[in-house]
């Protein structure tokens, strides 16, 4: 089973929905992340957070805003989200950011469809 | 830059066969990392090995194995008398520490079916 849990696991919204994806970790770990991942092509980073600070932003559409409110909790706030944001994202965690080179810890995913 | 280039898209092959999953690797920095992930269908990426680039010893951990030519730069995977539970996407990753900022780069992945 994997360390990182993310809920939901699906989750259907129209465009002027707002809803959140959470994501968890006991780990201990420092630096969270999140990553959207379309069919069949690799993850692409979207949000980093080192100890609950936000490090990266890698030009993300406002209309996806991240929040840590603690060292163990990664949320993902959506509102106004397009069609073609309908992706797996997904959720990782690391023992810490700078200088990090170890592995990262992958949640299962949510998976999200926009009407 | 960096780029990760996995050329098999799809590869199948049946229960018991050997199979290895090739990645090609480009960066300008000196010290890097390389990892392969496991995606099986319920979506988690699951991590599978780390290499940096100072340690070219090939790995062997059960029925996997790495093997790591930075001549080539190329950082192949093989499973050995493969298994239907090793039907996954495969995804190989870069990690360069002077230029990515710990960002980790990966290549388009590689679907691995095993048929019984």
């Known amino acids: 089973d994997t360390e990182v849990t993310q809920t939901p696991k699906h989750l259907v919204m129209g465009m002027t929905n707002k809803k959140s994806l959470k994501c968890e970790q006991h780990m201990g770990h420092r630096a969270m992340y999140w990553y959207k991942q379309k069919a069949k092509k690799p993850p692409e980073l979207m949000f980093v957070?080192?100890?609950?600070?936000?490090?990266i932003n890698e030009s993300v559409p406002s209309r996806f805003s991240p929040e840590c409110p603690n060292s163990s909790l990664l949320n993902l706030h959506l509102h106004a989200l397009q069609p073609e944001d309908s992706a797996l994202y997904l959720c990782?965690?690391?023992?810490?950011?700078?200088?990090?080179?170890?592995?990262?810890?992958f949640g299962e995913g949510s998976r999200l469809t926009v009407l | 830059a960096q780029k990760v280039t996995q050329a098999q898209t799809e590869i199948s092959v049946v229960e018991k066969e050997d199979v290895t999953l090739d990645c090609v690797y480009e960066?300008?920095?000196?010290?890097?990392?390389l990892f392969w992930y496991k995606q099986p269908p319920s979506g988690e990426l699951v991590f599978l090995i780390r290499r940096n680039s100072f340690d070219e010893q090939n790995e062997i951990s059960g029925r996997y194995s790495w093997n790591f030519q930075k001549s080539t730069s190329s950082f192949n995977f093989t499973i050995t008398a493969s298994q239907v539970v090793d039907s996954a996407v495969y995804f190989c990753a870069l990690e360069g520490k002077e230029t990515s900022g710990s960002r980790l780069t990966f290549g388009e992945g590689t679907q691995l079916t095993v048929n019984p």
């Open positions: 990782a965690s690391s023992r810490d950011w700078l200088g990090n080179t170890g592995e990262l810890f």
């Open positions: 957070y080192s100890y609950e600070k936000l490090s």
């Open positions: 960066t300008r920095d000196t010290t890097y990392y």
